[in-house]
């Protein structure tokens, strides 16, 4: 059946793949077999879709756990006019309409509207109007049983951030369920006791964490979990979680005994993460023959833009400018290992290769990758692997130089030898195709040198493309 | 650390060829009451070197899990309840994991493992 989905005028990116995710979670649909229209004359990135989905139930659930869905409705009727809307909502069938219009039932009617106000008045007046609906039930403000919905858009011709209206639209429908975003300022990052200086915000958690289908009982592994923002999310979904650091001040010792990694969780009163540790996605310590144990990984890497990675090995001793390096006996107890840089290209290269071992079939990578915003789009410019398939990929622009996308990757086939060559092997290939991007530092260089006039002229294609409403918070 | 993570953990040192099980060496060991899920147990059950965690959680004091076990077990809920605190309710809170092979200890302090090499053992 097809139902209305309204979405929140932000990330816009993001709201079809979060909603697919959850098709496939709550109603066992593939994620590219959902089905989505558009209402005639309206742009792709309006708040208004239409969405196949299999009964109300899915709707429902994929609704009340998305983070974007500002509601899920079923359309009684649309028009370009309170006149077309009254025909239409007349020719809906009755025995779909008469079950909530019931006299022991309670309802409310909310007005609505995208790129305009409506005045108190005028909502009444609107509410009025539809006194051709034969409402038998009660009115109830405060807790309704059913909820009825009256949204419109601005009038023709109108710029409300989007490409001019072609035709205004007036949707009325029943209320199924919408996201719940009080959670967001329940896990808003300010009033979290252990932050680092790239915490991930609790709104893109909750979103990453639908991505990657968490559910209550899973295991979700962080490889950089940092103050464990993103694990946050998970936990709060009911996943064990367990992370990886490679500072281990940030894992082990946090603030101070009420300000660490544990406290974050307790602070939510979730369960703990079952396991944290130090350790180099480099070389992760996993035992041999381990594989297949995590339903899903998701995190942000560290791309060198506002943190750099860092891996096992001196840097010196890595380009073999120095002799290999033996601890002295009596001070392996307390040595410290020096680290060396770690480009993005390797890390991504490990952190595809860890995954592929260690995620179960069906499991899900979801992870943020960075793009320049004037490089040439190119198709091939996300790293692939033969064990993956790439399902979803949503843009967020962070500068007018550089944005991150977040990428969701499906584990589709096992693990083995000759995989894990081929996938070395494309990888050197992604590597020479990516090369001036993924220098080391030349992404941090892009993202912060001063511009030069002379370039800037120049045709940017990346940029071209998207829309220019497409501000930092869209 | 719980002895979930330590049955994943084993010693990637340069030379070593079987890295796994690592000993625990004990210092303080914690207990941490966690809620009991059915389904999580069952799905990493699996996934888990037994030997290596009968062997652990009697390091660790607690020695009541059977030597062998499988998957018609995880039916009874004493079984399960000892496999539950067995796997996430011990915690090595103050101690060392040590490289069967090479005897390098990984130090475990405020119950986090410490696995990064040194610049000699990558």
């Not at chain 1, 843009?395 to 584990?411: A, C, F, G, H, W």
Request: glycine share 8%; net charge negative.
């Amino acid at each position: 059946m097809w139902y209305l989905c309204v979405f929140y005028h932000r990330l816009l990116d993001y709201r079809k793949p979060e909603v697919e995710s959850l098709a496939e979670l709550y109603g066992g649909l593939q994620m590219s077999t959902v089905e989505w229209k558009l209402p005639q004359d309206h742009h792709p990135d309006s708040p208004f879709h239409f969405v196949n989905l299999p009964s109300e139930d899915v709707a429902r659930s994929i609704a009340n756990r998305s983070i974007l869905v500002k509601g899920m409705y079923e359309l009684w009727g649309q028009g370009n006019s309170y006149e077309e809307l009254e025909e239409s909502i007349k020719n809906y069938p009755e025995d779909r309409k008469l079950p909530y219009l019931a006299c022991e039932s309670t309802f409310k009617i909310t007005v609505d509207s995208f790129g305009k106000v409506i005045s108190f008045q005028e909502q009444n007046d609107r509410i009025k109007g539809l006194s051709y609906i034969p409402f038998q039930g009660r009115v109830d403000l405060k807790n309704p049983e059913n909820k009825f919905w009256l949204m419109e858009t601005d009038d023709h011709g109108a710029n409300n951030g989007l490409p001019p209206i072609v035709k205004r639209t007036v949707f009325f429908g029943r209320e199924i369920g919408g996201a719940d975003r009080k959670r967001i300022p329940t896990y808003q990052l300010k009033s979290r006791m252990y932050l680092g200086p790239t915490a991930m915000d609790a709104e893109m958690a909750f979103l990453m964490a639908n991505q990657a289908l968490v559910t209550s009982g899973k295991l979700v592994y962080d490889p950089f979990v940092g103050t464990g923002s993103i694990l946050i999310a998970a936990a709060h979904f009911g996943a064990m979680t367990m992370g990886a650091d490679i500072d281990i001040r940030v894992v082990r010792d946090g603030r101070g005994p009420d300000c660490n990694v544990w406290s974050n969780f307790k602070q939510y009163g979730l369960s703990m993460p079952v396991g944290l540790l130090r350790a180099d996605n480099n070389l992760p310590p996993w035992r041999p023959g381990l594989k297949e144990v995590f339903d899903a990984i998701i995190c942000d890497p560290p791309y060198g833009v506002r943190a750099g990675g860092r891996k096992s090995g001196g840097r010196k001793l890595l380009k073999g400018a120095v002799a290999p390096y033996t601890v002295p006996d009596d001070k392996r107890t307390d040595h410290i290992p020096s680290t060396a840089p770690y480009s993005l290209a390797e890390c991504v290269h490990d952190l595809l290769d860890l995954s592929a071992k260690m995620l179960i079939l069906g499991g899900r990578l979801v992870y943020f990758y960075p793009v320049l915003r004037d490089y040439d789009i190119v198709e091939d410019m996300f790293p692939e692997h033969p064990c993956f398939k790439l399902v979803a990929k949503s843009e967020q622009i962070l500068s007018s130089r550089y944005s991150r996308v977040l990428l969701t990757m499906v584990k589709t086939g096992p693990y083995t030898d000759e995989i894990a060559e081929l996938a070395r092997i494309k990888h050197l290939e992604f590597k020479e195709n990516h090369l001036k991007s993924l220098e080391d530092g030349s992404l941090h260089s892009s993202v912060f040198s001063p511009s030069d006039p002379q370039l800037s002229t120049g045709p940017k294609s990346w940029k071209d493309i998207k829309q220019k409403y497409r501000g930092k918070y869209v | 650390m719980r002895l979930l993570t330590h049955n994943m953990l084993s010693s990637k040192i340069k030379g070593v060829s079987n890295g796994f099980p690592l000993r625990i060496e004990v210092e303080k060991v914690i207990e941490k009451q966690v809620e009991l899920n059915p389904d999580f147990l069952k799905n990493i059950f699996p996934k888990v070197d037994w030997k290596a965690l009968v062997e652990a959680g009697r390091t660790m004091g607690f020695a009541e899990l059977p030597e062998e076990a499988d998957l018609l077990m995880l039916d009874s809920s004493e079984f399960l309840s000892k496999f539950h605190h067995a796997l996430l309710e011990l915690h090595l809170e103050e101690g060392a994991l040590v490289c069967p092979e090479t005897g390098r200890k990984f130090p475990v302090n405020k119950g986090i493992p410490n696995m990064l090499l040194h610049e000699d053992e990558v």
